[in-house]
């Protein structure tokens, strides 16, 4: 067994800084980031000197409506075998919602949102998580989340949800400490509270990143130093718990080196402070937070009590609900229709909301429509930031008028695929609806569109059909 450390989470932008920083013991990629295949020579290396290396999902929606995308666990899966890590993680959040389920057009959030916490959303999430563990070849641990919503006739706490999803599935977590200090700002959430009610013996790694304030609401934009505030959660942390990991994130306006090194001496210290405030307790058993060496150890293993007790998360028995919880029952769970009705209900309520935030349908009963008035300006800010990321041709092209353009896309044109796909999809509607009124805009604009939609299809579904007579019309301008 061995614990994690100090880490920070690798990006391309800081690959050569990472490299060179002292008392760095572990990374953390985003998943799907990593190419099996074709792993970055930074993360090659970081490897062959012993760091470990944890890639973090961000598009498996595990808290959707929908039964987890078995080629996505794939992907993860894979990522984690050519990355030798000893666990993966992702988060408590979906992603997407729509249709089969509601028979309506599926949308994309391009963010992550809260699940409501209610027996439905836990039911739903519970079997998530089982179908990810037995698919994925090492420990799954998930990450709560910051929001600026919160959903109306919640039936627990954050602490009483995660605690039941740990009892009943096993499953680690990986506690955002900026996060609880997000939801602390944005939903009056007692971070104390939540550490209260946790069930510290299951945390796999701890999250530690900066945001800001503006208006009353706390933004989790990753992009800034890290507040007294939350390194104070992470400190009564550490005073409960020693964490077997501890990482920084940063994602966006990077700091020089030094800075990020100072920023990681802070989380030491706070750590280190905090673990000297620990009073051990005669009845507490020994807590079972460290990661497995080996890094193929059985989920089902890993689940499993030593002492065939149900006082640790993982070894309770599954309440009287019409779900089936054991994790050891064999496969006739998957096939379940016990959840059916949970999901039912769920993608309703989660249609509904994302519909509202990138719709512009009605606001759902009981939400603040001032609030997700905010969180779907945030949503179209970050659509215009990774647009601009994923395809850099677009800014430059329409130089000033990019972002003023993209929003007014945005606001009626909800995102239906990736972000590769949302930048054809927003050129598109520049050229056929006759917004570029420069031609070498319009020409330079179309010219990155046909370069990039590939050869017209020969399939004569709707879309193939649309697709053609796109590139006609704009090859005639």
């Not at 295949?37 to 959707?64: C, I, K, Q």
């Not at 940063?250 to 700091?255: A, G």
């Not at 020994?286 to 007790?309: I, K, L, N």
């Not at 096939?335 to 009605?362: E, F, K, M």
Request: aromatic share 4%; with cysteine; charged share 25%.
């Amino acid at each position: 067994m061995k614990r994690l450390g100090t880490g920070i989470g690798w990006r391309p932008e800081i690959a050569a800084a990472v490299e060179g920083m002292p008392g760095i013991d572990w990374v953390e990629a985003v998943a799907e980031n990593v190419c099996p295949g074709h792993l970055p020579e930074s993360l090659v290396r970081l490897r062959e000197r012993g760091v470990t290396v944890v890639p973090h999902g961000v598009s498996l929606g595990l808290g959707g409506a929908d039964r987890p995308d078995e080629g996505k666990l794939a992907d993860l899966a894979a990522a984690a075998e050519a990355l030798g890590s000893p666990l993966v993680t992702e988060h408590i959040a979906f992603v997407r919602a729509g249709g089969a389920l509601t028979a309506s057009p599926r949308l994309e959030a391009g963010h992550l949102l809260p699940v409501p916490r209610t027996r439905d959303a836990l039911d739903v999430l519970c079997e998530n998580i089982r179908i990810a563990q037995d698919a994925l070849p090492v420990p799954l641990a998930v990450e709560n989340i910051a929001a600026l919503i919160s959903w109306p006739g919640e039936e627990m706490t954050e602490g009483q949800f995660l605690y039941d999803l740990a009892d009943r599935t096993g499953v680690r977590l990986l506690i955002d400490v900026a996060n609880l200090h997000t939801n602390h700002v944005n939903r009056g959430e007692d971070p104390a509270k939540a550490l209260d009610e946790l069930p510290v013996e299951a945390i796999a790694y701890v999250h530690v990143a900066g945001g800001f304030e503006r208006d009353g609401v706390w933004h989790d934009s990753h992009a800034h130093a890290v507040p007294p505030a939350v390194l104070a959660i992470l400190a009564d942390l550490s005073s409960r718990v020693r964490p077997p990991g501890v990482l920084l994130e940063r994602d966006e306006n990077f700091p020089a080196p030094a800075e990020l090194e100072r920023e990681l001496t802070a989380i030491r210290e706070t750590v280190e402070k905090g673990a000297l405030s620990v009073v051990p307790k005669a009845s507490e058993a020994p807590e079972p937070t460290e990661v497995p060496d080996d890094a193929a150890a059985s989920p089902a293993a890993e689940r499993a009590s030593a002492d065939g007790t149900s006082d640790t998360p993982g070894t309770a028995e599954p309440d009287s609900g019409d779900h089936t919880d054991s994790p050891d029952s064999g496969d006739a769970w998957k096939a379940s229709p016990s959840t059916d009705p949970s999901r039912q209900r769920l993608a309703l309520a989660q249609a509904a909301l994302l519909s509202a935030l990138v719709a512009g349908t009605p606001v759902p009963e009981g939400f603040d429509g001032t609030r997700l008035s905010v969180q779907a300006r945030a949503l179209a800010g970050k659509r215009a930031d990774v647009v601009a990321k994923v395809a850099p041709e677009l800014p430059e092209i329409l130089a000033g008028a990019y972002r003023k353009a993209f929003l007014a896309y945005a606001h009626g044109h909800p995102m239906t695929g990736g972000y590769r796909r949302d930048a054809l999809d927003f050129a598109e509607h520049l050229l056929l609806g006759g917004r570029l009124e420069d031609p070498d805009v319009r020409r330079r604009v179309s010219a990155w569109w046909l370069e990039r939609s590939g050869p017209a299809p020969l399939s004569q579904h709707p879309a193939a059909r649309l697709a053609r007579a796109t590139r006609r019309v704009l090859l005639r301008r």
